[in-house]
């Protein structure tokens, strides 16, 4: 029998990241349960609500929410469904169901995340019929893959790999038919900044590299040198969650940065308070009645601390309207 392989701080690093997809995706359960948004797949993967979230932290997750959707669908849209998407470090994301719902579906949807988090998904996949029905009926043959590990059907496909292992992500997808020449969205939230900043440069740069049309969403937090960011760093750290990219994090021109000096043409940033006013102002009245917000300068502090940085690549000169969506 061979030797069991020794637990390196290394594996409990990856062991409190993949942690953090069970936490992003309870704390949009219970926002969803209050009727800050509709997410009519989301109790699939999580039965219970669970334990009252501050409103400060419904009204966060709403506006992330909110915000990454205004550019993701406008992406389609503006390419009228013919792109793709890849959603890396997806973990739980309801976001094929939706898109299909709405008559929004790309192409083909990929995405990647750690094998152990890909398992998880694709056996609540296969368990419930709500979840796979969608999916064999859009595939067009009888031989869709699902195994333990990946899923891969005609419009959708779950890759469980290592974002920081570029030409193993590279093989997988293009195994699982990747097209480089369509237009192609990809998407990350609080996923960049768990990597080093060689490691997410590098990612960036294959996106860059790949696709001559494209664009890149990354939600992950910002402004972390000033005492708060100190906390949020503290705060993880005792989670043995250490945020090892959070250099890049220091503002919004680092974060655009990023993207910048890998081969990306444009690049803007806006910090999550920001976005939050620029959201439709009706539906935001709605939500701020479901709760009392006792603190409101904590939650200014919160949306302060996190942004969305989108960059893009235009051969094809398809997304100039995308532009002027956050301005």
């Known amino acids: 029998m061979a030797a069991r392989q020794p637990f390196t701080d290394s594996d409990a690093a990856d062991e409190a990241v993949r942690t953090t997809c069970d936490d992003a ?13 509709k997410d009519l797949h989301i109790h699939y993967f999580v039965r219970n609500v669970g334990e009252r979230k501050a409103p ?21 849209k503006k390419t009228e469904c013919k792109c793709q998407i890849i959603n890396l470090g997806a973990g739980l994301d309801t976001m094929f169901w939706r898109l299909k719902d709405e008559n929004l579906l790309p192409q083909k949807l990929f995405e990647v995340d750690f094998p152990a988090v890909v398992a998880k998904k694709i056996h609540n996949i296969k368990t419930k019929p709500p979840l796979s029905k969608p999916i064999i009926d859009m595939h067009s043959t009888d031989s869709l893959l ?4 990946n899923l891969d059907s005609d419009r959708y496909c779950i890759v469980g790999a290592d974002l920081r292992d570029i030409s193993s992500l590279d093989e997988k997808l293009k ?7 369509l237009p192609t969205l990809l998407l990350s939230e609080c996923v960049l900044v768990y990597m080093t900043p060689s ?21 992950e937090q910002v402004n972390m040198s000033d005492r708060f960011g100190q ?4 705060n993880l750290q005792r989670r043995q969650c250490t945020l090892a990219g959070v250099e890049i994090c220091q503002s919004l021109d680092s974060q655009k940065d990023r993207f910048l000096t890998t081969g990306w043409d ?24 479901l709760e009392f917000l006792d603190e409101r300068e904590l939650l200014q502090q919160l949306l302060q601390h996190y942004c969305i940085c989108w960059a893009s690549k235009d051969k094809l000169k398809m997304l100039s309207i995308l532009a002027k969506i956050m301005n």
Request: proline share 2%; charged share 20%; glycine share 4%.
């Open 25 to 37: 995706t309870t704390c949009k359960r219970f926002a969803t349960s209050q009727g800050y948004w």
């Open 56 to 76: 400060e932290i419904n009204r966060g997750y709403y506006a992330r929410v909110k915000g990454v959707n205004l550019l993701l669908d406008e992406f389609i």
């Open 231 to 234: 906390v949020m760093i503290e």
């Open 175 to 181: 195994k699982f038919h990747l097209n480089p020449e």
């Open 199 to 219: 490691q997410s440069s590098n990612l960036v740069h294959w996106a860059a590299e790949t696709f001559h049309t494209a664009m890149f969403i990354n939600y």
């Open 146 to 149: 699902l195994d333990a590990h």
């Open 266 to 289: 444009h690049a803007d940033a806006l910090d999550m308070m920001t976005v939050y006013s620029m959201l439709p102002q009706q539906d935001v009245a709605r939500i701020e009645l």
